[in-house]
């Protein structure tokens, strides 16, 4: 390797041009940003672990902490080595830069290696793996990408080949990757020429480095590509279609080699670079909204026209645009007004933002025949509204306003989300193609000022897509980031609905919910990824993630509160979870035990008591994503209300085409739950596949093709004498019995003879004005029999008899069937 010696560039800081592209568009802003760039942020020493024998190394990349399994490090330093005797080529650093020196993370050996090690890596955000450029006495610069990611079922540290690029010294000091176009720039060490080239080794342009700078690293930012030199002490901002530079700034003193933008880890932007022999990485600064990651568009800062970033009810919107708007582009006109969801050019009082009551806005389009239930919607709506999640103006409940927006994409078998999947082959829809080309309304792209109204919606929105399955992965329900702002739903494989798999309304709203949370930071443990603890009442388990799969009538909804720990390798049985009366929980090894009574004592080894101190492996389920653990677990509680992640603006996700975290949540599969979860009903049909899951139909019959299995397709006959139906009030004393007289049929027409149809009895009570002007008839007397709900097969006829109240007032008695979405009810008024 030739060492340069130059007297310093001058010291004069220089700004730097802020590039604005979070549409994908080459928009250059031409006028500089505010912040001065060159000043040193941080130094960071290699720790003694990770420095290389022969004393040089040139690479450096930067990884999410979570994307390599270790998520309490919300950025990861990779580092590797060049020795001409093979020590070490072999092995990438993962270091944290928060520690001087840096802490050794973990280590991942790759294989193979090129014979002189890596030279320059980079991170690519739309595949999850780093590409990395080979050193080779014989100047080859064999180009790989290299597998990091524990989640996939790949062996980390597999280098795969993808090309040789353009030959040089021996060190490959530059490699950098775009996600706008899939492509790659590559640079040998003290190159005169940039060479840009496609995934596959086309080459597609080249041009000349900066004058006086022999190239040594290279890093993508948007419509810019950045360049170090060789011994010479400046980086350089270039056009990275034609070269042009449009700004250069001095590193003060430090000489740099690879590079790799940073948007994450400080309240500016940053440049990091590795000295080749001091054992040292630097952190430059630059300003906000000039870098992308792992070779993604850069996120423009976020402002209010006064510089204020006040939000008074931490929802991540701030309060200047919940009252007035979004201005991108600052140029004291609104682009965006938060907003009319249902766009009939009014905002309501329920779709407008609030400063002082947390708002959250979603987008969801669709590919054909899935288009979205507006109940499923709706239902997740309400889970939201009636959060526990408390506001500074003194109520509790978070906004969700959605708008269900347009089918975005004809209908295929198969969608690509990438690194979740592979990337799309010929005739397969793309994540980010279907986006970039959808996200806003069909208004608002065809605006004059569309480019400025969709970057301030990217601001404030996330983004779903509802898909028929994801390719090559099943029956996969989903694929989210985690956080971010971007994920799709895939029920080609859930109920069939109308001659088609969509999904149920259940599955629908529990898989919206259950990614719409990944995005809010939420793991299928809460906090951790540890999934299908009975100690977790959450739709982010696969125990709630659909009702009637594993618990029976389960609630949509987050969890509300931390259960107390649960120590697989000593349960108590009295102490149970400590969950509250109505909840119901499960728990393995198969056969699952499901509708577990959560609110008491839990006989844990099925002995019959619960007076024992035992060990198992409770959150095996059988099922992926919760199977067998080599060792017991201490499994915690999680309050998900309390803990959501709003702003997924400062994410490593949040750019167009970043979607790293994905391979962190793999989700339920039904193929998958369908062969190993359980059949409650006996019928030789799971639970998840069954249309009808707690009564015996293996025939699946659906007449009406909604969904629901005949079986189950339940129809309220009325309630029979002596109580009246609605809109007639019974009237009555307190503290009697009467006995409560229905029927029901199923969708065949036949009489519904099982008392588990019944989900539950209850007595609701009411302000007597509800009742104000309704026809009231007496209950007359008739005698009520033994207790409790019973069948009686010689009227057909279900017979609850019922003690009435002994406070006098109005009430509503509720009967909900075991369907899980009818529910009847009778008023009565009742006198002392």
Not at 400 to 426: K, R, S
Not at 740 to 746: C, E, I, P, S
Not at 778 to 805: C, M, R, V
Request: aromatic letters at 8%; hydrophobic letters at 35%.
């Amino acid at each position: 390797m030739e060492v340069l010696r130059s007297s310093l560039v001058h010291s004069t800081r220089l700004r730097i041009v802020a590039v604005m592209s979070l549409v994908g568009a080459l928009a250059v802003a031409v006028s500089p940003a505010a912040a001065v760039t060159g000043d040193l942020l941080r130094t960071v020493d290699v720790p003694a672990a990770a420095q290389c024998p022969s004393g040089i190394g040139t690479s450096v990349t930067l990884v999410p902490g979570a994307m390599v399994n270790r998520q309490q490090y919300p950025i990861l330093l990779v580092t590797s080595c060049f020795s001409f005797t093979g020590a070490d080529v072999n092995k990438l650093f993962f270091l944290d830069p928060t520690t001087n020196p840096a802490t050794l993370v973990t280590t991942i050996t790759t294989s193979p290696t090129p014979p002189l090690g890596w030279g320059s890596l980079a991170l690519r955000g739309d595949k999850g793996d780093l590409i990395g450029c080979g050193n080779a006495a014989d100047e080859t610069h064999a180009i790989y990408r290299i597998d990091v990611s524990p989640f996939n079922g790949i062996v980390d540290g597999t280098a795969t080949f993808l090309f040789n690029g353009t030959p040089g010294e021996d060190i490959c000091d530059g490699v950098s990757w775009d996600t706008s176009d899939d492509t790659i720039f590559q640079s040998p060490d003290i190159a005169d020429t940039i060479y840009h080239f496609s995934s596959t080794g086309t080459l597609l342009s080249s041009f000349a480095a900066p004058g006086g700078c022999p190239n040594s690293g290279l890093a993508v930012g948007g419509a810019s590509l950045f360049a170090s030199c060789n011994g010479v002490l400046t980086i350089h901002q270039l056009n990275k279609s034609t070269g042009a530079v449009f700004t250069s700034f001095s590193t003060g003193g430090q000489r740099t080699e690879d590079l790799e933008c940073d948007p994450i880890s400080f309240t500016t932007d940053a440049m990091w670079s590795k000295d080749a022999f001091t054992n040292q990485v630097f952190a430059f600064e630059i300003p906000s909204g000039t870098c992308g990651f792992a070779g993604g568009p850069p996120v423009v800062p976020a402002a209010c026209p006064d510089g204020s970033t006040t939000d008074t009810d931490g929802d991540a919107l701030l309060d200047c645009w919940e009252t007035g708007g979004i201005d991108f582009d600052g140029d004291g006109t609104t682009d965006l007004q938060l907003y009319d969801i249902d766009g009939d050019g009014t905002i309501q009082p329920g779709e407008d933002a609030d400063p002082n009551h947390k708002d959250l806005y979603l987008e969801i389009d669709w590919m054909a025949q899935h288009q979205p239930n507006a109940t499923a919607v709706q239902n997740v709506i309400n889970a939201f509204a009636n959060s526990p999640v408390s506001n500074p103006d003194g109520t509790t409940g978070i906004r969700l306003h959605v708008q269900t927006n347009e089918q975005a994409v004809a209908h295929n078998a198969n969608l690509a989300f990438e690194p979740c999947t592979g990337a799309a082959p010929a005739g397969t829809p793309d994540f980010d193609t279907v986006k970039n080309a959808s996200f806003g309304t069909a208004a608002e792209r065809a605006s004059a000022n569309a480019i400025n109204i969709l970057n301030a919606k990217r601001f404030a929105f996330r983004y779903s897509l509802f898909a028929h399955n994801l390719l090559g992965a099943g029956g996969t329900s989903g694929c989210s980031e985690l956080p971010g702002n971007d994920f799709v739903v895939t029920l080609g494989s859930g109920t069939i609905v109308g001659g088609h798999g969509v999904g149920s309304v259940d599955q629908q709203g529990g898989t919206l919910m259950h990614e719409f949370g990944h995005t809010l930071n939420l793991r299928h443990g809460g906090g951790v990824n540890d999934n299908c603890k009975p100690n977790y009442l959450s739709v982010m388990s696969y125990t709630r993630q659909f009702d009637n799969q594993f618990i029976f009538g389960r609630p949509l909804n987050y969890s509300s509160s931390a259960l107390p720990s649960l120590n697989e390798g000593g349960l108590v049985e009295s102490a149970g979870i400590g969950g509250s009366a109505g909840d119901f929980t499960a728990f393995g090894p198969p056969p699952v035990q499901t509708n577990v009574n959560a609110s008491g004592a839990i006989n844990w080894n099925l002995d019959g008591d619960t007076a024992d101190t035992v060990a198992r492996d409770v959150n095996n389920l059988g099922i992926g994503g919760c199977g067998a653990s080599a060792t017991p677990l201490q499994l915690d509680g999680y309050n998900d209300w309390a803990n959501l992640g709003y702003n997924f603006r400062k994410t490593i996700d949040f750019a167009d085409g970043v979607h790293l975290s994905v391979l962190e949540a793999p989700e339920l599969d039904f193929e998958d739950a369908a062969a190993n979860g359980p059949d409650t009903d006996g019928d030789g049909v799971a639970n998840i596949a069954d249309n009808c899951p707690r009564f015996p139909n293996a025939d699946q019959a659906d007449a009406n093709q909604n969904g629901q299995g005949d079986a189950c397709e339940f129809q309220f006959i009325g309630f029979l004498s002596p109580i009246d139906n609605p809109p007639t009030v019974n009237t009555g004393k307190t503290g009697r019995s009467y006995p409560v007289k229905f029927q029901l049929r199923d969708g065949t027409g036949a009489f519904v003879t099982t008392t588990d149809a019944v989900l539950s009895i209850s007595t609701l009570s009411v302000a007597c004005d509800t009742f104000d002007g309704d026809p009231t008839d007496a209950i007359e007397a008739t005698a009520a029999g033994s207790n409790g709900l019973h069948f009686d097969s010689t009227t057909n006829q279900f017979i609850y008899n019922w003690k009435t109240p002994t406070s006098p007032g109005c009430y509503l008695i509720v009967v909900a069937l075991a369907d899980g979405t009818t529910t009847m009810t009778a008023r009565f008024s009742f006198r002392a």
